[in-house]
């Protein structure tokens, strides 16, 4: 089936780490994704990989997949209060067609 | 190089009305997506249309339908509204819906907010 499941609420301390956790179902979805967004906004694209890579780095973004466990996680490093956001983790379905699979999101909460 | 861009913002309609939603598609992007986000849940995938036809379609009745134009913009129009119908309707553009190589990154638009009472 097409599931994908995100803890819903992080709190972290300006400055500490954040990891956000997703688990997902579909173990022939090429792409994951992180998208963010804010109060009252649409989504916005944070970074993707590939089903064959198990970590990408992008400036204070890293991005660890375990395939064999179908899962997913993003790491920001050095966390500012701007961070605050619902983060969505999503799988691609793997059909002939460009649809993502989608969690619940986890709220991201960012305090001095 | 524009954004998605959706219209109206917000707006609320009563239940058995009708409302159609409209998205044109960032520049270059010839495939249209729509999800729906209710409060509190991530995107839910509507249907997606490429060349003018829908080609993918999520787990929604037959009230909700969608056109694309020749120019790629897109319009989603929901027959017979119900409650459970409000919700944060999001676009997105990808630029070639059929590609399944690549990460074909989905561009979203900030969305329509539906209420219905």
């Known amino acids: 089936g097409e599931d994908v499941e995100q803890s819903l609420f992080l709190s972290v301390r300006e400055g500490d780490s954040s990891v956000i956790n997703c688990t997902y179902t579909d173990s022939s979805s090429t792409y994951l994704y992180w998208y963010k967004q804010e109060p009252g906004a649409g989504l916005q694209l944070l970074t993707y990989i590939f089903s064959n890579m198990d970590m990408k780095q992008d400036q204070r973004l890293t991005v660890l997949l375990n395939k064999k466990d179908k899962h997913l996680s993003l790491r920001i490093a050095d966390t500012q209060t701007g961070d605050s956001a619902i983060y969505f983790c999503a799988e691609r379905f793997s059909g002939g067609y460009n649809k993502l699979i989608f969690g619940a999101g986890t709220r991201l909460a960012v305090h001095p | 190089e524009t954004g998605v861009t959706q219209s109206p913002t917000h707006l609320i309609k009563t239940r058995g009305q009708q409302v159609t939603l409209r998205c044109s598609s960032q520049s270059g992007h010839n495939t249209v997506s729509w999800y729906q986000q209710a409060l509190g849940q991530g995107p839910q995938f509507i249907f997606q249309?490429?060349?003018?036809?829908?080609?993918g379609r999520g787990n929604f009745p037959p009230r909700f339908s969608g056109l694309q134009f020749p120019n790629y913009s897109s319009e989603l129009n929901v027959n017979a509204l119900e409650l459970d119908d409000s919700a944060l309707y999001l676009c997105a553009s990808s630029l070639d819906g059929l590609r399944t190589s690549g990460a074909n990154v989905l561009t979203f638009g900030a969305g329509s907010r539906l209420t219905v009472l």
């Open positions: 249309y490429y060349r003018e036809e829908e080609n």
